[in-house]
Every structure is written in C-alpha cells, then in structure tokens.
C-alpha cells in the first residue's frame, strides 16, 4: 500500500509535473513555430529548415522504443526526475534578436 501524502505535498508535485510537461512540449514544438525565424538566421529556405526539422523528429521516433526497453525496469519517478535534470542543460540560452548568425560577424 503506497504511504498516505498530505494534499498541499500532493498539489506541489503536481505543479512541478505540470511545469515540467510544459517546458518539455515546449522545448519539442518551439522550432515547428520558429521556422520563419530560424531560416534566415542559417541562410536557408524555409523548406530546408523544416526538413531538419522533420529529421529530428525522425530521430525521437526512432530512438523512443529503444530508450523505453532499456529503462522499463527504472522506476518511473526515477526516470522522470533524470530525464528533467537533463533538459535544462541541454537547451542553449536564447539569442538576441539581431539577423545575422551567431558565426559570422555583423557587417560594418
């Protein structure tokens, strides 16, 4: 029998998971919305940067069976607490609003 958990620890871990399915979808979907934004930035067209886009997507489908095999027998509190802790560090801060590519020089 799971140990009884007061309402007001019951509701704060419930925020928690909320915030952290936010910023995980978020994360995922956000350069769906950018396109237009991102493709100027890396001299592309729009098409271009939605195939890469599409390709990722194509390496989470892919790699999503395999990690689900190898971590069905960690307790899923576990994994989900990793698999947070590991996000934030991953996603570079954001950039300016500036045109040109974070690699080249602005033109003087």
């Known amino acids: 029998m799971a140990p009884e ?7 704060a871990v419930l925020v928690a ?5 936010f910023a995980f979808i978020t994360t ?3 350069p769906v919305g950018l396109l237009t934004h991102i493709a100027p930035d890396l001299d592309r067209s729009r098409s271009q940067v939605g195939l890469l886009v599409s390709g990722y997507a194509v390496v989470v489908v892919l790699a999503s ?3 689900a095999r190898l971590t069905q027998r960690v307790p899923g509190v576990n994994c989900s607490a990793s698999r947070c ?17 974070c690699w080249r020089a602005p033109a003087s």
Not at 17 to 21: F, G, V, Y
Not at 87 to 97: A, D
Request: proline residues 23%.
């Open 5 to 11: 958990v007061s309402p007001r620890r019951a509701r």
């Open 17 to 21: 998971l909320s915030l952290a399915a």
């Open 28 to 30: 995922e979907l956000l």
């Open 65 to 67: 069976v395999p990690l």
């Open 85 to 101: 802790s590991c996000s934030p560090p991953g996603t570079p801060p954001p950039r300016s609003r500036r045109r040109t590519p």
